[in-house]
């Protein structure tokens, strides 16, 4: 037995062998990418759960976020703020980064604006990136996501308004409504249709209007242009048939 022991002591001993154990060490480790933590324990969302979502990283997902009300959230060059019912609508393709763990901000890669809640909890759309660009991103149940301000909420009353009652404080949501119009922040509630989103992925369709808006001026100019009266009435005309299809279906 004691020999077995001294037997044992002298392989670990062995400088050969811990050459080897050295070079299995140092192949086996995969080389991490520049900016990315090599210890996975380091990557985690934004409950501490220790799970790895990709829009953490930091780098820009191009997405079109669909509303449970059946509307794409458009972001137009003039400020304005809607949903869309058309599948491809090149104000719906959106740009969204993390700015901090769990933390986005959405622009429209078309329009070149942010998405942005003001103090009085209306949505339009910022020229410039500031704290009022900022919302927190929760995915919940069936891969639906909501964004609250990172800023304004509604707060429970203080206790010494004389008031027993129990209220907890309020987020305010991005939310789009039955008619496609967006609703105001302290009238919305996590679990209302109207504030869940599905980031969808673009369609082939969509990474062709992205193509030329990048390599066509001629395409650029034509779609920033602002919407005559013929082309306010095909847009009308392509909504009234989208909404006859769902009715239909």
Not at 58 to 81: E, F, M, S
Not at 130 to 154: D, K, M, P, W
Request: with cysteine.
């Amino acid at each position: 037995m004691v020999i077995i022991l001294v037997l044992l002591l002298l392989s670990f001993l062995d400088p050969s062998n811990q050459e080897l154990s050295s070079r299995l060490t140092r192949t086996s480790r995969a080389p991490c990418a520049k900016g990315q933590a090599c210890d996975p324990r380091q990557r985690r969302d934004a409950g501490g759960r220790g799970g790895v979502y990709e829009h953490l990283g930091g780098a820009p997902r191009h997405r079109k976020l669909y509303c449970a009300t059946k509307y794409h959230l458009q972001i137009h060059p003039n400020g304005k703020i809607d949903g869309s019912l058309e599948e491809n609508n090149p104000f719906s393709i959106l740009e969204i980064t993390a700015v901090d763990v769990g933390v986005v901000a959405i622009k429209g890669l078309f329009s070149g604006r942010y998405l942005a809640m003001n103090k009085k909890g209306r949505l339009y759309a910022s020229e410039v990136f500031n704290q009022e660009c900022e919302f927190v991103e929760r995915i919940h149940e069936l891969g639906y996501n909501t964004y609250a301000s990172r800023y304004y909420r509604t707060s429970p009353p203080s206790a010494s308004a004389g008031k027993q009652r129990a209220s907890a404080e309020r987020l305010w949501y991005v939310s789009i409504n039955g008619k496609g119009r967006p609703r105001r922040g302290f009238k919305t509630r996590r679990t209302e249709k109207a504030s869940l989103f599905l980031p969808r992925v673009l369609g082939n369709k969509d990474h062709e209007m992205v193509h030329l808006f990048h390599t066509s001026q001629k395409y650029r100019e034509n779609l920033l242009r602002p919407a005559g009266r013929a082309e306010r009435r095909r847009r009308r005309h392509r909504l009234a048939a989208g909404k006859a299809k769902e009715t239909e279906d």
